[in-house]
């Protein structure tokens, strides 16, 4: 079983709240991964990060922020949450060598009204 | 051209037919791949590695072909619970701190009674 957790499972929230994504690894892996998924739709890379300190913009573009101050947390940031972020939003990682396979965690459905 | 496509089906198959994917890469440095089984609003969990040599699990079999840049799944005696979409995942950019995963729009299956 995989040690990363996503908080919370679900969230529906007004217009222009600020919200903050939680995910967490126990596993001690250097990189980690969001990704956005529409329902019946394709995963699409929002955020990564290769250690502390470090992170990088994905393919699709997000108003979404994410910081990575410690090894094992990667939380991401809606500054002002709109109707068309309402998404599931799904967290990985992965140890740092080529042939490692991702873990991810169990998503959050976020609904914005 | 997406870097990884796949099929998106839906394939309906009866219940003990033998199903093949194929999923193509374009980017001739990738170096490690993946087979994913997602379920309806579930995270993609990893169903097996893919190797050079190819590689069994079961009633799933997984080939590479490095020169035509192809990756393939084949399952045999499908069950009920063999209903999913399937991931074709290629990590991309090898051994560098740039490596990216990269996932196909996946491959759905339906297995009937």
């Known amino acids: 079983e995989a040690d990363i957790y996503q908080t919370p499972r679900y969230l529906v929230i007004g217009t222009g709240k600020k919200i903050t994504l939680e995910c967490s690894q126990t596993?001690?892996?250097?990189?980690m991964y969001w990704y956005q998924q529409d329902p019946g739709m394709e995963l699409h890379l929002i955020h990564y990060?290769?250690?502390?300190?470090?992170?990088e913009k994905g393919d699709l573009s997000s108003e979404s922020t994410v910081s990575r101050i410690r090894t094992e947390h990667f939380p991401l940031t809606l500054e002002s949450a709109r109707p068309s972020h309402t998404s599931q939003y799904l967290c990985a990682s992965r140890q740092g060598t080529t042939n490692e396979k991702l873990f991810f965690g169990s998503g959050t459905q976020l609904s914005v009204l | 051209r997406k870097e990884v496509e796949q099929d998106p089906g839906p394939f309906n198959v009866p219940e003990g037919a033998t199903v093949a994917f194929n999923c193509t890469y374009s980017?001739?440095?990738?170096?490690?791949f993946f087979w994913y089984r997602q379920d309806c609003r579930k995270e993609p969990k990893l169903l097996m590695s893919?190797?050079?040599s190819g590689n069994e699990d079961g009633r799933f079999t997984a080939q590479l072909n490095r020169a035509s840049q192809y990756i393939s799944l084949l399952i045999r005696d499908s069950k009920l619970s063999d209903s999913a979409t399937y991931l074709c995942?290629?990590?991309?950019?090898?051994?560098?701190?740039?490596?990216?995963?990269?996932f196909g729009s996946g491959t759905r299956l339906s297995i009937r009674p």
């Open positions: 893919v190797y050079s």
């Open positions: 990060s290769y250690g502390v300190n470090s992170t």
């Open positions: 980017n001739s440095a990738s170096q490690s």
């Open positions: 995942v290629v990590n991309i950019g090898g051994y560098s701190s740039a490596s990216k995963i990269i």
């Open positions: 596993m001690g892996h250097d990189k």
